[in-house]
Structure formats: structure tokens, C-alpha cells
């Protein structure tokens, strides 16, 4: 059923999240009114993006947040592109959070809500980033992590201060949202249901000329397309590596070394003992010493316990200074004077007093200087070659971070240079899915694509053992190459792209006739065309997400939110072809064989009511402020961001 689905699941910026949101609004009864923004009419300004109320968005703000925005996507997917991310709508959402963020900060402002100086202050100090190794706010490190992401002390604090009037303004509203049980049960109720229908699939293949396009006319239309051919940044890294295995250290201590040890940790060779106790804690002294009696008289420690509504346990062998620290010093220092199997004299610790045996006295005897000779010789080999491997690398940082050529780094300590071929930000070989980097350059490979070219970095791979060094010889930013390089590539492209039209064209047709009474397989017939794809639809809601888990074909989505006995069309990804999509049957199970089902939804849904009670209020935020859009200035940064100009 699935089978020509599964050409959607191929974008760059992973679809998982969108066909959420739009399996979301397929679920839901009536969509949120998201207006309340009019065009940019007689404001010229171009520094601007939007006005919120008074306050106007730069047109600066935009540009960072899709950069900061692509990369958190950029975790799950590192080779995405800003071309990519835009087509895929990534940009539009970025533009909403931005307008509802400003919108949420100037209607608390409106209504008296603020956050001083003072509180701003404090949310700086506590962020982990800008604090030194003692714990202090570090100016320095604040600067530094601001200018690394764009931003200026103004444009954080301004951030800053419309998070904190969001938190006091949403907050109270949002807390713990429940979803009302008869609501719940609608939604219950659509979990249920069932749908029968059709989707025919009509490639765009099946109607692409056979003729190439001339060169003027590839050229215009790769002019026009060229986000589409982007190539994800690309960087070439110069690289050696050295391991601590062939360094030679002269780890063998001397005699005055080990004597000097053994005399400095005297009292861990000297004669020391050890002792396993069997205790139980009782509320009085008095209570104790009645038990211990008992004890004394030959009656066994667990048996008295036991009878007297306590458990003994015994402990594991323990010296003086750990016992103190389990019990009580007073404790310890009764049990360390009775004898194996005697009882000990009551004592108190935190909990009560504690009546006890000693089971068993473990006595170590004394260590020479020539008995400790081999493990003290042992750790101090360890603690010599540890140090040389410090020494090493701190020479080795410091000739890197002297400015000295990383080549001549190499030179100086017999390691061997090694430049890999293009990599992406995933590890994988550009043009060469299947190669292999070496396996040393994987932990740096973030790292690498942070970093200017030339500024070599030293790293540890495998911890006290394999190090690398390493810089970047070359950048290639994500760019769509030269239509020449990819001639072939745009002539199929250019293919698919007419047929797309003369697809939509035919898919339009078809639904025509479908609505007309045609059933979808004489609809199609009619075309007189071989290649079509048609799948019957006989599923529940519940069915669809189980089979789905996460990845909802749109189709299907579109099928599960349409009126019964309808029929749409649905445009494919990448010029693939054209949905048509035909509901004939609805139908709902009793949601009364299945009751905890509305249990289950409730508590499920209600983890999202929180958001859409967020965004309902932002929405009637934006109502009451009015925002005013530079669809101009929008459109360019967009045009920007793709790489159009």
C-alpha cells in the first residue's frame, strides 16, 4: 500500500516534523486563525521585516535567527544547506516564532509586565556558558560566545527580556493544561474512524518531452532552479596523527624515588586491620543494653533481633575510619576493642543504638620497603610516562599555538601529513558515500567545520593514548556548482519539471471526471497512458499512525482530513508528479468497546494543549497589536537566504 509513498520521505530536511503538524491539522475540528498581519503598504523602510505593535523586527533579526535555526537542524541532519531548509519551509516557520515572539513581548509591555535590569543580569550569571572554572561570570566568555552566534550584548538582553515577559505572561495561563473529557472523546472518536478511498499517483515522467532543452533554454531554467542543485559545504582537512605507543620515556623510577614514595604514604604499608560486624539499631540505651546481655549470654544476634522486631545485617569487613564514618566514632571505637565473636558495648549513632558482634577480625601485617617495592615501582612508571605524554602535547600545543605551520609541527616530531578529500559535515566523502575516513577524525569532524582554514587544533581521540592534529586546507560553501558540472543531472531535472506541468494538467482533467461520477480507474484509462499508480485506501486513523510511526504520506494525511465523497490533488515533491485523491466512504467504530481510549488520548493530548493554547493567545496577541508585514524586504531576505542572488 505503501509503496509509492516512499518517494516523500526523501528531503533533505527530514519530513518527520512536518507531516506531524500536518497529521495534527488533519485531526483537528476547525483551524486557528493565524491572521491579524497585513501587507507592508505605505512603510518603505527596508531595514525592517515587520511592526509589531510600535516595535519594529530588523531585517538583521530574520537572517540570524534561519542561521541559528538551521543550525539546530543541522544536529540531526549536518549536510542540510540554507537553500534546502528554505524550500522546505523552514524559513516560514522561523518568520512566524519571530513575529509571536515580539508580539508576546510588546503585549506584556502594553499590559505593564517588565523585566529589569537587575533580573537580566541575574539570567546572565546563571548560564553555564559565560561562567569561568571557579563558578564567576566571565566578560569575556560572554563576549566571545555572542559574537560566535552573531548576536551583540543589546540583541541578547532585548532577547532575554522578551523571554522573561513571555514567561510571566504565559506561564500562569499554560501550567498544566488538562484536555476537558468531552473534548478528549471527540478526538477519541476519530481514532476510530475509517476511511476508504483511492489515490492515484501521475508522474511527471510519463508526460516529460523526450527532446533536450536548447541551451538557452537550460540555461534560463538552471538560472531559475539553481537552489535545487545545491552542493552542501565541503571541507578538505589536513591531519597527523601520533600515538603515545612509540614514544620512548625512561619510566623506570630509581631507588630513591621508591623510597621517597614509600615514606611519603608510610600509613598505607603500615600494619592495619579490618572488621566484619553484625548490627541492629534499637530506640534506647537501655533497650540496647537488655539485648546485648542476651547476646553475652549466648543467644544468637539474629534470633534476639528477630524477636524483638529488628533485622541484623551484617557489613562488609571495615577499618577504624570507615566504620566511624558508617556509624559513629563512639561506635567504632567500641567495636575496635572486643574481641572476634564477642559482643560489642552499646553505642549510639544517628539513627539509635546499636547492638552489635564482631564476626571476624582481618589483620594485614605490615608492608617493608622491599615488599611495597613492586607496586610502588608499578605506579610510578605510570605516573612517568603519564607526565611525558603531558610534556609532550603541551610542546606540541604550544609550537601550534605559537603560529608555527602545522607541516613543519609534523616535521618536528616525525609525524606524517595526511589530507583528506572533500568531507561533509557528516564524515561522509563528497561524491563517495561508500569511503571511509580514518577512524581519528570522526570526534573532531564538529569541530572541523567550526574552524577558519589554516588554524591547526590539536585534539585527544582515544584519552592518555591517540592525538591528532589537525586544520582546514579548504573551504567549499554550499553553493549550486556551474551548470556545466552538472549538465546531465539538469537536463533530467528540466525533463521532469515540463512534465510536472502537463501532469497537473492531466491531474486536473481526472479529477474532473471523478466528480463527475467517473470512477478513478475509467478516469485514468482515459488519459490513454501506460505507467499510472493506484492504490486502494481501506484503513483506520489508528491503522495509518501505527504503519506511519512518524513518516504520514501526505496523501494519506490529505485523505484523512477531506470530506466525505470528495476529491482533491496533492502537488509531489521535486517535480515527482501529482496526487489525486478520492474519499468515498467514512466510517467510526463505537468509541464504547474501547474506553480507555479516551483516557489514553486525554493524557496524550494533553502534553499539545499547552502549545496551542500558546499560540491561540499569540494569535489574538497579534490581533490586538496589529502587525504590519515588508513583504518586500521579507521576500529578499528569503531570495538571500536561497542563494538567488
Same mark, same amino acid.
Given at each position: 500500500?505503501?509503496?509509492?509513498?516512499?518517494?516523500?520521505?526523501?528531503?533533505?530536511?527530514?519530513?518527520?516534523?512536518?507531516?506531524?503538524?500536518?497529521?495534527?491539522?488533519?485531526?483537528?475540528?476547525?483551524?486557528?486563525?493565524?491572521?491579524?498581519?497585513?501587507?507592508?503598504?505605505?512603510?518603505?523602510?527596508?531595514?525592517?521585516?515587520?511592526?509589531?505593535?510600535?516595535?519594529?523586527?530588523?531585517?538583521?533579526?530574520?537572517?540570524?535567527?534561519?542561521?541559528?535555526?538551521?543550525?539546530?537542524?543541522?544536529?540531526?541532519?549536518?549536510?542540510?544547506?540554507?537553500?534546502?531548509?528554505?524550500?522546505?519551509?523552514?524559513?516560514?516557520?522561523?518568520?512566524?516564532?519571530?513575529?509571536?515572539?515580539?508580539? @508576546?513581548?510588546?503585549?506584556?509591555?502594553?499590559?505593564?509586565?517588565?523585566?529589569?535590569?537587575?533580573?537580566?543580569?541575574?539570567?546572565?550569571?546563571?548560564?553555564?556558558?559565560?561562567?569561568?572554572?571557579?563558578?564567576?561570570?566571565?566578560?569575556? !566568555?560572554?563576549? !566571545?560566545?555572542?559574537? +560566535?552566534?552573531?548576536?551583540?550584548?543589546?540583541?541578547?538582553?532585548?532577547?532575554?527580556?522578551?523571554?522573561?515577559?513571555?514567561?510571566?505572561?504565559?506561564?500562569?495561563?499554560?501550567?498544566?493544561?488538562?484536555?476537558?473529557?468531552?473534548?478528549?472523546?471527540?478526538?477519541?472518536?476519530?481514532?476510530?474512524?475509517?476511511?476508504?478511498?483511492?489515490?492515484?499517483?501521475?508522474?511527471?515522467?510519463?508526460?516529460?518531452?523526450?527532446?533536450?532543452?536548447?541551451?538557452?533554454?537550460?540555461?534560463?531554467?538552471?538560472?531559475?532552479?539553481?537552489?535545487?542543485?545545491?552542493?552542501?559545504?565541503?571541507?578538505?582537512?589536513?591531519?597527523?596523527?601520533?600515538?603515545?605507543?612509540?614514544?620512548? @620515556?625512561?619510566?623506570?623510577?630509581?631507588?630513591?624515588?621508591?623510597?621517597?614514595?614509600?615514606?611519603?604514604?608510610?600509613?598505607?604499608?603500615?600494619?592495619?586491620?579490618?572488621?566484619?560486624?553484625?548490627?541492629?539499631?534499637?530506640?534506647?540505651?537501655?533497650?540496647?543494653?537488655?539485648?546485648?546481655?542476651?547476646?553475652?549470654?549466648?543467644?544468637?544476634?539474629?534470633?534476639?533481633?528477630?524477636?524483638?522486631?529488628?533485622? +541484623?545485617?551484617?557489613?562488609?569487613?571495615?577499618?577504624?575510619?570507615?566504620?566511624?564514618?558508617?556509624?559513629?566514632?563512639?561506635?567504632?571505637?567500641?567495636?575496635?576493642?572486643?574481641?572476634?565473636?564477642?559482643?560489642?558495648?552499646?553505642?549510639?549513632?544517628?539513627?539509635?543504638?546499636?547492638?552489635?558482634?564482631?564476626?571476624?577480625?582481618?589483620?594485614?601485617?605490615?608492608?617493608?620497603?622491599?615488599?611495597?617495592?613492586?607496586?610502588?615501582?608499578?605506579?610510578?612508571?605510570?605516573?612517568?610516562?603519564?607526565?611525558?605524554?603531558?610534556?609532550?602535547?603541551?610542546?606540541?600545543?604550544?609550537?601550534?599555538?605559537?603560529?608555527?605551520?602545522?607541516?613543519?609541527?609534523?616535521? !618536528?616530531?616525525?609525524?606524517?601529513?595526511?589530507?583528506?578529500?572533500?568531507?561533509?559535515?557528516?564524515?561522509?566523502?563528497?561524491?563517495?558515500?561508500?569511503?571511509?575516513?580514518?577512524?581519528?577524525?570522526?570526534?573532531?569532524?564538529?569541530?572541523?567545520?567550526?574552524?577558519?582554514?589554516?588554524?591547526?587544533?590539536?585534539?585527544?581521540?582515544?584519552?592518555?593514548?591517540?592525538?591528532?592534529?589537525?586544520?582546514?586546507?579548504?573551504?567549499?560553501?554550499?553553493?549550486?556548482?556551474?551548470?556545466?558540472?552538472?549538465?546531465?543531472?539538469?537536463?533530467?531535472?528540466?525533463?521532469?519539471?515540463?512534465?510536472?506541468?502537463?501532469?497537473?494538467?492531466?491531474?486536473?482533467?481526472?479529477?474532473?471526471?471523478?466528480?463527475?461520477?467517473?470512477?478513478?480507474?475509467?478516469?485514468?484509462?482515459?488519459?490513454?497512458?501506460?505507467?499510472?499508480?493506484?492504490?486502494?485506501?481501506?484503513?483506520?486513523?489508528?491503522?495509518?499512525?501505527?504503519?506511519?510511526?512518524?513518516?504520514?504520506?501526505?496523501?494519506?494525511?490529505?485523505?484523512?482530513?477531506?470530506?466525505?465523497?470528495?476529491?482533491?490533488?496533492?502537488? %509531489?515533491?521535486?517535480?515527482?508528479?501529482?496526487?489525486?485523491?478520492?474519499?468515498?466512504?467514512?466510517?467510526?467504530?463505537?468509541?464504547?468497546?474501547?474506553?480507555?481510549?479516551?483516557?489514553?488520548?486525554?493524557?496524550?493530548?494533553?502534553?499539545?494543549?499547552?502549545?496551542?493554547?500558546?499560540?491561540?493567545?499569540?494569535?489574538?496577541?497579534?490581533?490586538?497589536?496589529?502587525?504590519?508585514?515588508?513583504?518586500?524586504?521579507?521576500?529578499?531576505?528569503?531570495?538571500?537566504?536561497? %542563494?538567488?542572488?
Amino acid at each position: 500500500m505503501f509503496s509509492f509513498f516512499r518517494r516523500f520521505f526523501q528531503s533533505k530536511i527530514g519530513l518527520p516534523i512536518f507531516l506531524a503538524f500536518l497529521a495534527l491539522m488533519a485531526l483537528a475540528f476547525a483551524a486557528s486563525d493565524i491572521s491579524g498581519s497585513t501587507t507592508f503598504g505605505g512603510v518603505s523602510n527596508g531595514d525592517r521585516i515587520a511592526v509589531v505593535g510600535d516595535e519594529a523586527i530588523p531585517v538583521s533579526e530574520l537572517s540570524l535567527s534561519a542561521n541559528t535555526a538551521l543550525d539546530q537542524v543541522r544536529q540531526q541532519n549536518p549536510t542540510l544547506t540554507m537553500p534546502a531548509f528554505v524550500g522546505e519551509g523552514g524559513f516560514d516557520e522561523v518568520l512566524r516564532q519571530l513575529i509571536d515572539r515580539y508580539a @508576546v513581548a510588546e503585549y506584556g509591555k502594553k499590559y505593564g509586565l517588565r523585566a529589569g535590569k537587575n533580573l537580566i543580569d541575574s539570567e546572565i550569571l546563571r548560564i553555564p556558558a559565560f561562567q569561568n572554572l571557579t563558578g564567576g561570570f566571565d566578560k569575556q !566568555a560572554y563576549l !566571545a560566545a555572542l559574537a +560566535a552566534k552573531g548576536r551583540t550584548d543589546a540583541t541578547f538582553r532585548r532577547e532575554l527580556t522578551a523571554d522573561m515577559i513571555e514567561q510571566q505572561l504565559m506561564s500562569p495561563a499554560l501550567a498544566m493544561p488538562v484536555m476537558p473529557e468531552k473534548v478528549a472523546r471527540q478526538y477519541a472518536t476519530l481514532v476510530l474512524e475509517k476511511r476508504k478511498g483511492e489515490i492515484a499517483l501521475i508522474r511527471s515522467d510519463l508526460y516529460a518531452p523526450t527532446a533536450n532543452p536548447t541551451d538557452a533554454q537550460l540555461t534560463d531554467w538552471y538560472g531559475k532552479n539553481r537552489a535545487k542543485f545545491t552542493r552542501p559545504e565541503r571541507r578538505t582537512l589536513r591531519f597527523a596523527v601520533f600515538s603515545t605507543d612509540g614514544l620512548t @620515556v625512561n619510566d623506570t623510577p630509581t631507588a630513591a624515588e621508591i623510597a621517597a614514595r614509600y615514606k611519603r604514604d608510610a600509613a598505607q604499608y603500615q600494619a592495619s586491620e579490618k572488621r566484619v560486624v553484625t548490627s541492629f539499631v534499637v530506640p534506647t540505651q537501655d533497650a540496647a543494653k537488655s539485648l546485648a546481655a542476651r547476646v553475652s549470654g549466648g543467644a544468637s544476634i539474629e534470633a534476639v533481633a528477630r524477636e524483638a522486631g529488628f533485622t +541484623a545485617s551484617k557489613a562488609e569487613a571495615r577499618d577504624r575510619e570507615a566504620m566511624a564514618g558508617a556509624t559513629s566514632f563512639a561506635f567504632a571505637q567500641n567495636a575496635f576493642k572486643a574481641a572476634e565473636g564477642g559482643v560489642i558495648e552499646p553505642a549510639q549513632g544517628t539513627l539509635g543504638w546499636y547492638v552489635a558482634r564482631v564476626d571476624k577480625i582481618e589483620r594485614i601485617a605490615a608492608r617493608s620497603l622491599a615488599d611495597a617495592t613492586p607496586e610502588i615501582t608499578k605506579a610510578l612508571s605510570a605516573e612517568k610516562r603519564t607526565a611525558a605524554i603531558a610534556d609532550r602535547v603541551s610542546e606540541i600545543e604550544g609550537e601550534i599555538d605559537g603560529g608555527t605551520a602545522m607541516a613543519e609541527v609534523a616535521k !618536528a616530531y616525525g609525524l606524517k601529513v595526511e589530507t583528506t578529500p572533500a568531507l561533509l559535515a557528516n564524515g561522509q566523502v563528497f561524491g563517495q558515500p561508500q569511503a571511509q575516513i580514518v577512524p581519528q577524525l570522526a570526534p573532531i569532524l564538529a569541530t572541523a567545520f567550526q574552524m577558519e582554514e589554516s588554524e591547526p587544533q590539536l585534539a585527544e581521540v582515544v584519552p592518555g593514548k591517540e592525538f591528532v592534529i589537525f586544520e582546514v586546507a579548504k573551504v567549499e560553501e554550499a553553493a549550486a556548482p556551474p551548470l556545466a558540472q552538472v549538465r546531465d543531472a539538469a537536463i533530467v531535472a528540466w525533463k521532469r519539471a515540463q512534465g510536472a506541468v502537463l501532469a497537473k494538467q492531466a491531474a486536473e482533467r481526472i479529477t474532473a471526471k471523478v466528480r463527475a461520477g467517473t470512477p478513478l480507474a475509467a478516469a485514468l484509462a482515459a488519459e490513454n497512458k501506460t505507467g499510472f499508480e493506484r492504490e486502494p485506501i481501506d484503513l483506520t486513523r489508528r491503522q495509518l499512525l501505527e504503519r506511519g510511526r512518524g513518516n504520514l504520506p501526505p496523501p494519506l494525511v490529505l485523505l484523512f482530513s477531506m470530506a466525505e465523497r470528495t476529491v482533491k490533488t496533492l502537488e %509531489g515533491p521535486r517535480d515527482l508528479g501529482w496526487y489525486v485523491v478520492a474519499l468515498e466512504d467514512i466510517s467510526t467504530l463505537p468509541i464504547e468497546k474501547e474506553p480507555e481510549l479516551v483516557a489514553q488520548t486525554r493524557q496524550q493530548l494533553g502534553a499539545a494543549l499547552g502549545e496551542e493554547y500558546r499560540q491561540q493567545a499569540a494569535s489574538a496577541m497579534r490581533k490586538e497589536l496589529g502587525v504590519t508585514r515588508n513583504d518586500p524586504a521579507i521576500a529578499a531576505v528569503r531570495k538571500q537566504l536561497s %542563494g538567488d542572488q
